[in-house]
């Protein structure tokens, strides 16, 4: 099971920092990824970026210079940081499990709604 | 860039097949698509994970393939409960994921 948290209204140039927990299973495990898909209001979806247990991690191209992903094995958890937030971040967040080989998201979190304040 | 249908109309009981392409060549299992449905205010659904492999529960009215240069998403026989956004994704490289725009499919 995932599960995001964040704080739902982020300021125009900050820092959005978002978590998802995992439970029910390992974070350590060797055939998965865990990664961030996002969602504007109206839109479809973005894949954002993708972390391996060992902190390999993959970025979308368009997004790599503002955004950040980390994972923290003892605390059961991965996290995202999107720096100099703008509008067009605003959205749902979505954090999932991908498959390691096939890339495809085998669990999706429920999704946290994030609002960027000007 | 992924490209889908923007919308596609079907009546109940008849079948559907809904495309991804890839702007820069041939869609193949390369790949990897999936196929996702997402309904309004709903968390989107895994339906097909590689190219042609249904995920857990889904029923097998959902089908996968390559058709010509294009992954295709097939519902055969399909239900008022199918009218959904579709999103198809592909693995591109070095780890990177691209989901298509989505297709909205009506039934009526």
């Known amino acids: 099971q995932l599960q995001e948290s964040g704080p739902g209204l982020v300021e125009s140039s900050q820092t959005l920092s978002l978590i998802c927990s995992v439970s029910g299973g390992s974070i350590s495990t060797r055939t998965h990824y865990w990664g961030w898909i996002r969602q504007p209001p109206g839109k479809g979806l973005e894949f954002i970026a993708t972390?391996?247990?060992?902190?390999?991690?993959y970025y979308n191209p368009s997004l790599k210079s503002r955004v950040a992903i980390s994972i923290d094995t003892s605390k059961k958890q991965f996290s995202l940081k999107v720096f100099s937030v703008v509008a067009a971040d605003a959205g749902v967040y979505y954090c999932?499990?991908?498959?390691?080989?096939?890339?495809?998201?085998?669990?999706w979190g429920q999704g946290t709604l994030v609002s960027v304040s000007s | 860039v992924v490209t889908q249908e923007p919308s596609f109309s079907v009546s109940p009981g008849e079948t559907v097949t809904l495309t991804c392409g890839l702007s820069s060549g041939p869609v193949s299992r390369d790949h990897y698509p999936s196929w996702y449905q997402q309904t309004p205010g709903q968390v989107p659904r895994t339906l097909i994970e590689i190219t042609d492999s249904r995920s857990s529960g889904v029923p097998d009215r959902f089908s996968g393939s390559i058709l010509g240069n294009k992954a295709a998403l097939t519902i055969t026989g399909a239900l008022a409960d199918d009218e959904a956004t579709y999103y198809c994704?592909?693995?591109?490289?070095?780890?990177?994921?691209?989901f298509g725009g989505g297709t909205k499919l009506t039934v009526l």
């Open positions: 994704c592909l693995y591109l490289r070095f780890g990177v994921s691209v």
């Open positions: 972390i391996f247990q060992s902190g390999t991690a």
């Open positions: 999932a499990r991908q498959s390691g080989s096939y890339w495809f998201v085998a669990d």
